[in-house]
C-alpha cells in the first residue's frame, strides 16, 4: 500500500485502474494493489488473522459503548506524522488495535477499558553483534534497558544487499519478550526460524520496540544493521 499527495490538477481519484485502487482513508488517500481474498497460508498469517477477529469482535460488543467513547478521546490526544510530514489522528478503533495487538504479541489478554494515558521509553541505539560459537549467535543489546513492566518486540528484514542503508518498511516480528530478560539477546533463532539462515554478505536490519505492558502502547523504535560475515 502506498501513501499518494494529489497535485492541484488532480484532487481526488476512486476506484481501480489496472492492477491499482484508490481509496480515500481516515490517514489520507492511498493506493493499494488489489488483491482476491484467500485463506491464510501460514500459521503466523491465521494466528495475526484471528488475533485481528478478536479485538473487531470485543470492540463491537454492547458492554463496550463507555469503553469505545474512552478510546476514542484518548485517540485525539495522541496525534502521529505521516510520511509527508501531515499531523494525523487515530480512530478510537485504530488505537485499540494497536495496543491489543502489541499486547496479543506479548501473550497478554485484550484491555477494554481506555487507559488514561501512556508512559514507555525508548530503546536509543541498538547494538547487534555477530558472535562465531559454536554455536553462532547474533547478539543485541540496546543503550536503555527495558523497565521490568514494559515488553520489548523485536522486528526483522529478510536478508538484503549489503549496499542498502535505509531499510524498507516492511518488518516481520520475529520474536517478542515479556518480562525482558537480561542483555543481551540472541536472536538468530527466530531470525532463522522466519527467514532461514542468512549466507556471506547478507545485510540484516533488525528493529525494536518497547511496549507498556500495561496499555499495549509502543514507543519509538530504532533500527540497526550489520553484514552477516
Given at each position: 500500500?502506498?501513501?499518494?499527495?494529489?497535485?492541484?490538477?488532480?484532487?481526488?481519484?476512486?476506484?481501480?485502474?489496472?492492477?491499482?485502487?484508490?481509496?480515500?482513508t481516515?490517514?489520507?488517500?492511498?493506493?493499494?494493489?488489489?488483491?482476491?481474498p484467500r485463506?491464510s497460508?501460514?500459521?503466523?498469517?491465521?494466528?495475526?488473522?484471528?488475533?485481528?477477529?478478536?479485538i473487531?469482535?470485543?470492540?463491537?460488543?454492547s458492554?463496550?459503548?463507555?469503553?469505545?467513547?474512552?478510546?476514542?478521546?484518548?485517540a485525539?490526544?495522541?496525534?502521529?506524522t505521516?510520511?509527508?510530514?501531515d499531523?494525523?489522528?487515530?480512530?478510537?478503533?485504530?488505537?485499540?488495535?494497536?495496543?491489543?495487538?502489541?499486547?496479543?504479541?506479548?501473550?497478554?489478554?485484550?484491555?477494554?477499558?481506555?487507559?488514561?494515558?501512556?508512559?514507555?521509553?525508548?530503546?536509543?541505539?541498538?547494538?547487534?553483534?555477530?558472535?562465531?560459537?559454536?554455536?553462532?549467535?547474533?547478539?543485541?543489546?540496546t543503550?536503555?534497558?527495558?523497565?521490568?513492566?514494559?515488553?520489548?518486540?523485536?522486528?526483522?528484514?529478510?536478508?538484503?544487499?549489503?549496499?542498502?542503508?535505509?531499510?524498507?518498511?516492511?518488518?516481520?516480528?520475529?520474536?517478542?519478550y515479556?518480562?525482558?530478560?537480561?542483555?543481551?539477546?540472541?536472536?538468530l533463532?527466530?531470525?532463522t526460524?522466519r527467514f532461514?539462515?542468512?549466507?556471506?554478505?547478507?545485510?540484516?536490519?533488525?528493529?525494536?520496540?518497547?511496549?507498556?505492558?500495561?496499555?499495549?502502547?509502543?514507543?519509538?523504535?530504532?533500527?540497526?544493521?550489520?553484514?552477516?560475515?
Amino acid at each position: 500500500m502506498a501513501r499518494l499527495r494529489w497535485s492541484t490538477l488532480v484532487g481526488e481519484a476512486r476506484g481501480s485502474v489496472g492492477p491499482t485502487t484508490f481509496q480515500s482513508t481516515h490517514a489520507g488517500a492511498v493506493g493499494r494493489t488489489r488483491w482476491r481474498p484467500r485463506l491464510s497460508r501460514t500459521q503466523l498469517q491465521a494466528l495475526a488473522r484471528d488475533n485481528l477477529a478478536t479485538i473487531s469482535e470485543t470492540w463491537r460488543k454492547s458492554s463496550m459503548v463507555s469503553n469505545r467513547a474512552a478510546w476514542n478521546v484518548l485517540a485525539l490526544n495522541y496525534p502521529y506524522t505521516d510520511i509527508f510530514g501531515d499531523t494525523r489522528w487515530w480512530t478510537g478503533f485504530q488505537l485499540f488495535t494497536k495496543c491489543n495487538r502489541n499486547r496479543q504479541s506479548l501473550g497478554l489478554p485484550i484491555i477494554e477499558p481506555a487507559p488514561l494515558a501512556f508512559s514507555v521509553q525508548n530503546p536509543g541505539v541498538i547494538y547487534l553483534s555477530y558472535v562465531a560459537g559454536p554455536p553462532e549467535r547474533l547478539d543485541v543489546i540496546t543503550s536503555t534497558l527495558p523497565l521490568p513492566t514494559e515488553g520489548v518486540i523485536i522486528k526483522a528484514l529478510r536478508p538484503l544487499s549489503q549496499g542498502i542503508t535505509i531499510p524498507p518498511n516492511s518488518w516481520k516480528r520475529i520474536t517478542s519478550y515479556y518480562p525482558p530478560p537480561a542483555q543481551p539477546w540472541d536472536i538468530l533463532p527466530a531470525y532463522t526460524a522466519r527467514f532461514g539462515d542468512p549466507t556471506s554478505e547478507d545485510k540484516i536490519f533488525v528493529t525494536i520496540h518497547f511496549v507498556e505492558a500495561a496499555t499495549g502502547w509502543a514507543g519509538a523504535d530504532a533500527y540497526e544493521g550489520i553484514i552477516w560475515p
